[in-house]
């Protein structure tokens, strides 16, 4: 009973830390900080509260391993985005008592969390099943437990052949073809969603997705030498990124929740806080949405150009 008490008082300081650290950060956004900084302090952050739970939980056990995954795992933490978590071990029944305990307290930390608890083998059959599965674990960031576990799954991932390149990447492009599909219409073109609308940040993951699994990098550096991309695509999609992420981070704020749709009242409220100006000085919410729009049109043509290079190279091979 001590011991229950004890730890229950020990999160809540956590959590009282925790929501005084992440409103600094918030802070800080409307203070002018950079995005790539924001996203980073609140990936560490939050690493920091789920290692010192993990520690609690499982100690230094060395027969199972916590990973991020999907945009946590790339570190691009905004403010109301899930915690995406892969959990492995071999033997998910002997451990899943201190899993539920470890899962439960994340969520006593008001943290919105998706997780997944899988052995090795479970973790391969389900990513040839699955491309969603497949590109989560190809882009996975070891938070806790065994490095070891890890390096058994690299092993086993190159023992098998969980799909080829071509496969991937035409499941890729028609994920993406279906998402553009669902989100061009009039209504998102005016109030677009910045992360799956025709030219948002989505369309940007896809390409590295595509050059991870090909490329085995989606650094846009090593690209560039590559020759996937230009150095002015490079400029352009840096550019298009660092727009929109700083739009959605903002998005988050104002809407308090997960909203990635820019409505109306956003467009104003953002362009105002954000302090877009006519030249007579008042809030100027066309100059917002004229560069959001002319740095999705950028994303738009280099998705375009870069899938069908992708294509074309794809012919060549086969």
Known sequence: RDFCLSRGLGDVYKRQKLKREISQIEGNYWNGLPIAKLLADLTEVIDRAIKSLWAEVFGDEREISLFAI??????????????????????????????EDFI??????????GHSVRTIEDCVTEMKNDISVETAVMGRRHLGGSKDVSSHLNKRLGQESISED?????????????????????????????????????????????????HKTASKRELRKLGVLTKTESQLLAAAEKFLRHTRFGLHLISRNKEDRLRFMHQRELSTKLDYRSSTGKPDVEKFMQKYY?????????????????????????
């Open 70 to 99: 999907g945009g946590y795992g790339r570190g691009e933490m905004f403010p109301r985005s899930d915690i995406d978590l892969l959990i492995l071990t071999e033997d998910t029944s002997h451990w899943r008592p201190q899993i």
């Open 104 to 113: 439960q307290r994340i969520y006593n930390f008001n943290f919105e969390i």
């Open 166 to 214: 071509d496969d991937y990447f035409g499941l890729k492009e028609m994920e993406q073809n279906n998402r553009h599909k669902q989100f061009q219409n009039v209504d998102y073109g005016l109030e677009p969603n910045i992360k799956n609308s025709p030219g948002g940040l989505r369309d940007i993951h896809t390409v590295m997705w595509i050059a991870l699994k090909r």
């Open 294 to 318: 002319r740095h999705v049109l950028a994303i738009q043509e280099i998705n375009t150009i870069v899938i069908q290079s992708f294509r074309e190279n794809l012919s060549k091979i086969s």
